[in-house]
């Protein structure tokens, strides 16, 4: 959609203000991460000079390497049970005819608005209980890190919307052609579903990314830790080296971006299909 | 019929994984959370007393009763005009029976049920009621709009698309630990915060933004001269505090938002814009009849997801949460942590946290119900 | 028949998970004389990073190496107080509690006390046979003990305490014409509006000049409270006592500076320490153990100046300090794996491994005789020593299974105080609430 030649300053003037506003405290932050201890002290703007060193630093302290290894697995698990889990759910939710379809869905719509603080105690007692039952260990290990968000609603949410979106004519020939809803989904939803798909692995990345007080709880070593145990050692404790806890950050957010910057343009495209319709 | 039943069958075939998770690690909590409320439980089960905890939180169930007698005489009276409306009576009478069955309804509801039950409940839940409610108030139709406004802005640019996504998304994506860290920083009292150093280039006088527990209207008052105000300056806005947290907030949502905006508006096909041009429509005539509507759902989704995130939000409130802003900041999950952590009464906290379930889950049905029927979902 | 167990075991979990079921093993701690910690595994969960967690580490391995009833503790980092409270929480609950030992706070440990998640550690201390000779035990700081001993019952044995230290900045306070810290709050209050008038002649920054930032922490006013001979509680320790004349004195002063505007709030995390090594406040109120932190603060922000520790100012014949600190609580178990816990305690106490610890961590130690093995470490940190020296004027908070709660409202009324209520109100509605808390 081309804009008016007069308007265009108006365009991009809107677009930095924001862009100034959204970057300007990461900018701070990777400022922050590149001074020595006294510039950080004495609240200055711009570090004299990189202190690389800042990095090094803290990747050896915080034992960033092995915790990369572990948020890696764990988000390679993670996003692939929530897409096939999400996926199977919203299948249904979506395209089919069944008795109680409203109460499921509302009910999956339920889970989400419970805060954490209080399901948390629960959600380890099952974990427990599974872990004595269960022919594999779930706690110190990746099932008590990913199977509980592996259905997640949000995703089985956006997955919906997509779904219904899509024209009943192309479930209509591949009846004709005899294939059942399974092969329906996974051979022409599925390759369809590209892009919601990757939208949902991206915030499931993310929010796995991210998640710090329930991976402290099911788990006793650095063995399945993420990285943001790793971070959170860091930034809490004691000494204000801010300079280094600013390196730190910028480490652990820097393979998100890195994945959002690989994906966006997907990423975007998965949102624009589902439609969001209701 | 057989078909029908395998058709069903296939349906809870595909359900049964997400289900299994969903109702052991979703819906277990929730109705554990309440079976311990019905305690007294600290960090294990001592004695069942009940609903105790909910007439200690909420206050006395006579007012619960005003309370929902008042929204019966509330939803009766929008009915009725509807109804009336309906069958087609002058409009004049129409207002008259509706005002007249309104008004007490109205009075009902909050005289004898809210004030009632804020007089009588936990002061900590009424007011964490209050300081969720500004919150969320505060944040989402300021960032819905900016997230509108960049989404667009963004979809009419050429150049430099992908920067300025990344850009936007860059607060999304930073953990909240070091993010809200930053923050704090940004909005300390010092008087070389980034915070003040900014308002002090316009002449302002520095404040103390996240240990300040005065709301903004009454330190507006206090910066226009006026030295005295009366006390609902001070309780019926958003603290200070709360305000810079509301930024944050803000900051970290807007990005999201617009990225999922701009997939919406990208998804609108090209020959609506066509047709409005051919018909002369200026930039904003076709912003407001074609883009906003067909944009709608989008919004309605993300102001869904919004509202219950703000409802639940808690660990940036938490972190950026000083002595200072008193209990200015302190959204129920704040109030619900406290109860858990610092004074070890699970029972209470758990019986705390089903009232914000139900309270979340009769906003998002009303959310449906009102804002839901003005999506405009296509032709 | 898996199941069937299955379906019991929702059932179980959902009715009786914390139905308390678990056995608690008080009964059986009658014959501790005859148990064998033989081979036992001991899991011990703390908060500590870095370099304090390298060091407990090392003293760890020690133990595993040297003790002789081949007990092997593994030490675990698991997250700050909050996450190991979550952790203790849970494990209580599912009756799986994976660790022996765990470092808490005394109301954490009063909580898990009465859900049966710890144990008395009385019995251990003084069985013939795995306790102490009664030297030992005098050895002990009894105040410490005492802080952790909770109607009879020892919920907690203390590894280590710090200290509420009046850091001051020595150059400064010559260039406004003294030699050495305020003696009492008089003239505290007067050296602060010195520096209020004439900024360090080091600061890179001389528009903020100030006396002292305030940090809105309850231990900061019990020290203010202590030093002026008062205390948070009544003469037995059963009641708050928070409407004395030595709590409005202190609050009143802070008040009266700020007002002045030469004392400000400590607004940010570790805003003091920041903003006494770049030389903006002549004062600050903090904890011993940021003792290292200050030293390389100073030599970071590049001003190098000299500087000292010392007691808050003080009003009577001797000082008084606070002293505090999380304990280590023994976590129900076999009686076999409780004792080997203790053994481990008991190791980690004793004055040599107390040296090690406190060479790494800089907490005080809480055997007297530590301070012969010391004497090195003293004269290479002298700040330290003469924190050490003050360990005889200690005194600690208040006891009272409420105080957390309580230590909440103090903040509240301290922000009340300093932003200009009314006083006798402020103080009346905190004693009145204190006071509600033994209640509930």
Redesign the interface.
């Known amino acids: 959609?081309?804009?008016k030649g007069g308007?265009t300053w108006l365009?991009?003037g809107?677009?930095g203000l924001?862009?100034l506003?959204?970057?300007f405290?990461?900018a701070?932050?990777l400022l922050a991460s590149f001074m020595?201890?006294?510039e950080s002290?004495?609240?200055v703007f711009l570090p004299e000079s990189l202190q690389w060193g800042n990095y090094l630093k803290a990747w050896q302290?915080a034992d960033f390497g092995l915790y990369f290894e572990n948020s890696l697995i764990i988000a390679v698990i993670q996003v692939s049970g929530t897409l096939?889990?999400?996926l199977?759910?919203a299948?249904?939710?979506a395209r089919?005819?069944?008795?109680g379809?409203d109460t499921?869905f509302a009910?999956?719509?339920?889970?989400?608005?419970?805060?954490?603080?209080?399901?948390?105690?629960?959600?380890?007692?099952?974990i427990?209980?599974l872990h004595?039952?269960m022919p594999f260990a779930w706690l110190n290990n990746w099932p008590a890190m990913t199977?509980?968000?592996?259905?997640s609603?949000?995703s089985?949410f956006l997955l919906r919307?997509f779904m219904r979106g899509i024209p009943n004519e192309l479930w209509d020939s591949a009846r004709i052609d005899g294939a059942?809803?399974?092969r329906f989904?996974f051979q022409i939803l599925l390759p369809l579903c590209r892009a919601p798909l990757l939208t949902v692995g991206m915030f499931t990345y993310?929010g796995s990314?991210?998640a710090?007080?329930w991976p402290?709880?099911v788990t006793?070593?650095?063995d399945w830790r993420p990285i943001?145990?790793g971070?959170?050692?860091?930034?809490?404790?004691?000494?204000?080296e801010?300079h280094l806890?600013?390196a730190?950050?910028v480490i652990?957010?820097v393979p998100?971006?890195l994945a959002?910057?690989l994906i966006?343009?997907e990423?975007?495209?998965?949102?624009?299909?589902s439609?969001?319709?209701? | 019929m057989d078909t029908r039943r395998t058709e069903q069958l296939t349906a809870w075939a595909f359900l049964t994984p997400a289900l299994v998770v969903l109702v052991g690690f979703g819906l277990f909590p929730i109705g554990y959370a309440f079976y311990v409320s019905l305690h007294k439980w600290r960090i294990k089960k001592e004695a069942l007393i009940g609903f105790e905890h909910y007439v200690r939180a909420l206050g006395d169930p006579q007012h619960l009763v005003f309370l929902l007698l008042g929204v019966g005489i509330v939803w009766a009276a929008y009915r009725l005009r509807s109804h009336l409306l309906e069958r087609g009576l002058p409009s004049a009478y129409v207002y008259l029976a509706w005002g007249i069955l309104l008004l007490p309804g109205l009075w009902v509801l909050f005289e004898l049920g809210l004030n009632g039950l804020a007089a009588t409940g936990d002061p900590a839940l009424y007011n964490g009621f209050k300081v969720t409610f500004f919150y969320a108030i505060g944040t989402i139709p300021l960032q819905l709009s900016l997230a509108t406004g960049l989404a667009y802005l963004l979809f009419k640019s050429m150049r430099a698309k992908g920067t300025f996504r990344i850009l936007f998304f860059l607060p999304y994506v930073t953990p909240v630990i070091a993010s809200a860290v930053v923050f704090r920083t940004i909005f300390s009292p010092h008087p070389s915060s980034l915070a003040n150093r900014f308002w002090s280039t316009f002449g302002f006088e520095n404040q103390r933004w996240l240990y300040e527990s005065k709301s903004v209207v009454a330190l507006f008052l206090q910066g226009v001269g006026m030295e005295t105000w009366p006390t609902w300056v001070d309780s019926c806005f958003p603290s200070m505090a709360l305000t810079s947290i509301i930024l944050y907030n803000i900051w970290v949502y807007v990005g999201y938002d617009t990225v999922i905006l701009l997939a919406g508006l990208s998804a609108i096909p090209r020959h609506y814009y066509e047709a409005a041009e051919m018909d002369g429509a200026n930039g904003w005539q076709v912003f407001r009849h074609i883009t906003l509507p067909l944009v709608s759902p989008t919004l309605f989704f993300l102001s869904m997801v919004a509202v219950i995130g703000t409802f639940k939000a808690f660990n940036h409130i938490y972190i950026m949460r000083t002595p200072g802003a008193r209990e200015s900041v302190d959204v129920l999950s704040v109030a619900i942590f406290d109860q858990i952590f610092e004074f070890h009464n699970a029972g209470y906290a758990s019986a705390m946290a089903f009232v914000l379930f139900v309270a979340i889950l009769v906003l998002t049905l009303l959310q449906n119900q009102v804002l839901g029927k003005r999506v405009f979902y296509g032709d | 028949m898996k199941l069937k167990n299955g379906i019991a075991g929702v059932l179980c979990a959902v009715l009786s998970a914390c139905g308390g079921q678990q056995e608690t093993t008080q009964e059986q701690q009658t014959d501790i004389e005859t148990l064998n910690p033989e081979g036992q595994e001991v899991v011990f969960w703390y908060q500590h990073t870095r370099e304090r967690e390298e060091a407990l580490q090392k003293l760890i391995a020690d133990f595993n190496q040297s003790n002789s009833h081949g007990i092997s503790v593994r030490g675990e980092y698991v997250g700050r107080y909050g996450d190991i409270y979550n952790k203790m929480n849970v494990g209580i609950q599912s009756g799986s509690l994976a660790a022996s030992l765990v470092v808490a706070y005394q109301n954490q440990a009063m909580a898990y006390y009465q859900a049966d998640g710890i144990v008395d550690i009385m019995p251990y201390m003084e069985s013939s046979k795995w306790g102490f000779s009664p030297e030992e035990r005098q050895d002990y700081v009894q105040a410490f003990l005492r802080q952790d001993n909770v109607g009879g019952a020892q919920i907690g044995f203390p590894p280590n305490r710090s200290m509420e230290l009046l850091y001051y900045n020595l150059d400064w306070l010559r260039e406004l014409g003294y030699d050495k810290p305020p003696a009492n709050w008089d003239e505290f209050a007067k050296m602060c509006r010195l520096a209020k008038q004439r900024p360090f002649s080091k600061s890179k920054d001389t528009s903020r000049s100030l006396g002292f930032l305030l940090d809105i922490d309850t231990s900061r006013l019990a020290a203010m409270v202590f030093s002026r001979g008062g205390d948070l509680v009544n003469a037995d320790g059963t009641a708050y006592l928070l409407d004395s004349p030595e709590v409005r004195a202190a609050l009143e002063l802070m008040r009266e500076l700020l007002a002045a505007g030469v004392i400000d709030v400590a607004g940010e995390q570790d805003a003091e320490l920041n903003e006494f090594v770049t030389g903006q406040i002549l004062f600050s109120q903090d904890s011993s153990s940021g003792l290292p932190f200050y030293k390389s603060g100073i030599e970071d922000s590049g001003l190098d100046f000299e500087w000292g520790v010392t007691h808050p100012p003080q009003t009577g014949e001797t000082p008084v300090v606070d002293i505090y600190g999380a304990s280590v609580s023994i976590c129900a178990s076999t009686p076999e794996q409780q004792l080997a816990a203790w053994l481990f305690l008991k190791w980690l106490t004793a004055p040599e491994q107390q040296a090690r610890w406190v060479r790494a961590s800089n907490y005080f130690p809480v055997r007297k005789s530590t301070a012969k093995e010391l004497q090195g470490y003293f004269a290479e940190n002298p700040h330290y020593g003469v924190a050490f020296s003050m360990l005889d004027y200690g005194k600690s908070e208040p006891t009272i299974a409420s105080y957390q709660q309580v230590r909440r409202l103090i903040q509240k009324a301290m922000v009340e105080a300093i932003e200009g209520e009314n006083m006798d109100q402020v103080l009346a509605n905190l004693q009145l609430a204190a006071n509600k808390t033994i209640e509930q």
Do not use: C, D
């Open positions: 959609m081309a804009i308007k365009v991009y809107g677009l924001g862009g506003a959204a970057g405290p990461f701070w932050m020595t201890r006294g002290l004495r609240r302290e096939l889990f999400s199977l759910a299948y249904p939710l089919m005819e069944f008795r379809r499921v009910g999956v719509l339920a889970t989400l608005m419970i805060p954490e603080t209080v399901t948390i105690v629960p959600n380890f007692l099952t427990t209980w004595r039952n199977i509980p968000f592996m259905a609603a949000f089985i919307q059942g809803h399974v989904l993310i990314w991210n710090l007080a402290l709880l006793n070593t650095p943001s145990v971070l959170q050692q860091f930034v809490s404790e004691a000494g204000a801010v806890q600013m730190g950050a652990a957010t998100v971006l959002y910057f966006q343009r990423f975007t495209e998965g949102i624009s299909m439609g969001l319709k209701g």
